[in-house]
């Protein structure tokens, strides 16, 4: 934890997608926040291909307040993208990644802070009750928090967000691993390093729609349970020693009825059923393969995670990776 020179003590990362009905309060709650603890900070905010006027708010943010700086995204590049980016261009001994909706409150930073000068690397931020969400969207979250903590061979905090400070010496660690599929929560738990976590309340977003619908939450849990687990792999292989097993079963069944002169299996229904049967495990394996193989080839492609066509406030155009 040791104080480098010419780095803000603390640096709050804060993606950011349509969002310019919130901008002006989430600044304004940070800075009440974190100048009324006398810190030396920066404020990054990292425009993921808004099509509002959020990029045009960023920029009287950034012109009113240096601390305020812009990453400007050249097209949408995701949630995950923009997390990386962020902590990419912060400077801070400390970055914080908070969302813009203002649903992780600010004023929790500074319990964070606490269990970081007590000589802790990351620092989570752990759900206690979350505001203004339904039931099903509650029951969906628990239900993934817990089947990854299963499925996986990292132990990756339930109920827990982006929300978190991590370390400088984290941070660093994060800028070397630039897979294309990230699961931000679950990279930040597997480079290790002194964790631990600190409870909330989530409020209710503070304006504006959320920016994760279904389809979205469908694709970020399965990028989080295929970068952690090879369960689904395993799960192929076992549909197809089930599948094997019974076919042996029903070939022994078969045989015997049709010795004993029973007619039981004659026609085609049996055979249908049991084709059937077959294509659909066959599919769901192939479909499993494929989901992986699709990751390979993100990877070999080569390309970068994200383009900036704007960074405003920092002393180069890209940060040195």
Same mark, same amino acid.
């Given at each position: 934890?040791?104080?480098?020179?010419?780095?803000?003590?603390?640096?709050?990362?804060?993606?950011?997608?349509?969002?310019?009905?919130?901008?002006?309060?989430?600044?304004?709650?940070?800075?009440?926040?974190?100048?009324?603890?006398?810190?030396?900070?920066?404020?990054?905010?990292?425009?993921?291909?808004?099509?509002?006027?959020?990029?045009?708010?960023?920029?009287?943010?950034?012109?009113?307040?240096?601390?305020?700086?812009?990453?400007?995204?050249?097209?949408?590049?995701?949630?995950?993208?923009?997390?990386?980016?962020?902590?990419?261009?912060?400077?801070?001994?400390?970055?914080?990644?908070?969302?813009?909706?203002?649903?992780?409150?600010?004023?929790?930073?500074?319990?964070?802070?606490?269990?970081?000068?007590?000589?802790?690397?990351? *620092?989570?931020? $752990? @759900? +206690? #009750? &979350?505001?203004?969400?339904?039931?099903?969207?509650?029951?969906?979250?628990?239900?993934?928090?817990?089947?990854?903590?299963?499925?996986?061979?990292?132990?990756?905090?339930?109920?827990?967000?982006?929300?978190?400070?991590?370390?400088?010496?984290?941070?660093?660690?994060?800028?070397?691993?630039?897979?294309?599929?990230?699961?931000?929560?679950?990279?930040?738990?597997?480079?290790?390093?002194?964790?631990?976590? *600190?409870?909330? $309340? @989530? +409020? #209710? &977003?503070?304006?504006?729609?959320?920016?994760?619908?279904?389809?979205?939450?469908?694709?970020?849990?399965?990028?989080?349970?295929?970068?952690?687990?090879?369960?689904?792999?395993?799960?192929?292989?076992?549909?197809?020693?089930?599948?094997?097993?019974?076919?042996?079963?029903?070939?022994?069944?078969?045989?015997?009825?049709?010795?004993?002169?029973?007619?039981?299996?004659?026609?085609?229904?049996?055979?249908? *059923?049991?084709?059937?049967?077959?294509?659909?495990?066959?599919?769901?394996?192939?479909?499993?393969?494929?989901?992986?193989?699709?990751?390979?080839?993100?990877?070999?492609?080569?390309?970068?995670?994200?383009?900036?066509?704007?960074?405003?406030?920092?002393?180069?155009?890209?940060?040195?990776?």
């Amino acid at each position: 934890m040791t104080t480098l020179p010419h780095r803000p003590t603390l640096s709050v990362v804060a993606p950011v997608y349509n969002e310019e009905a919130i901008l002006h309060e989430l600044y304004r709650r940070l800075t009440a926040v974190l100048d009324g603890a006398g810190l030396d900070w920066e404020l990054v905010l990292v425009n993921d291909g808004s099509r509002d006027r959020s990029p045009q708010i960023m920029r009287e943010l950034h012109a009113a307040d240096p601390r305020v700086k812009v990453v400007d995204f050249a097209r949408n590049f995701g949630h995950q993208v923009a997390i990386t980016a962020g902590a990419d261009y912060a400077q801070g001994d400390a970055v914080v990644i908070i969302d813009a909706d203002l649903q992780d409150p600010p004023e929790v930073i500074l319990d964070l802070l606490a269990k970081w000068r007590e000589g802790y690397e990351v *620092v989570y931020a $752990v @759900r +206690a #009750e &979350r505001k203004g969400e339904t039931w099903f969207k509650e029951f969906t979250a628990k239900a993934f928090y817990r089947i990854i903590y299963k499925i996986t061979d990292i132990d990756i905090p339930m109920d827990t967000g982006d929300f978190r400070l991590m370390d400088r010496k984290v941070v660093e660690a994060l800028r070397t691993m630039r897979e294309k599929h990230r699961f931000m929560r679950g990279m930040s738990v597997w480079v290790g390093f002194k964790q631990v976590g *600190v409870q909330y $309340v @989530r +409020a #209710e &977003r503070y304006a504006g729609e959320t920016k994760y619908p279904l389809k979205k939450m469908l694709r970020f849990a399965l990028d989080g349970i295929t970068s952690f687990s090879y369960f689904p792999l395993q799960v192929a292989t076992y549909f197809g020693f089930i599948a094997a097993a019974l076919a042996v079963l029903g070939i022994i069944v078969t045989v015997i009825l049709r010795l004993s002169g029973s007619h039981a299996f004659y026609g085609q229904a049996s055979t249908l *059923v049991a084709v059937l049967f077959l294509g659909g495990v066959q599919l769901i394996s192939l479909g499993i393969i494929g989901e992986y193989l699709g990751r390979i080839y993100d990877e070999v492609k080569g390309r970068p995670l994200y383009i900036v066509r704007e960074a405003l406030g920092f002393e180069g155009d890209e940060p040195a990776l």
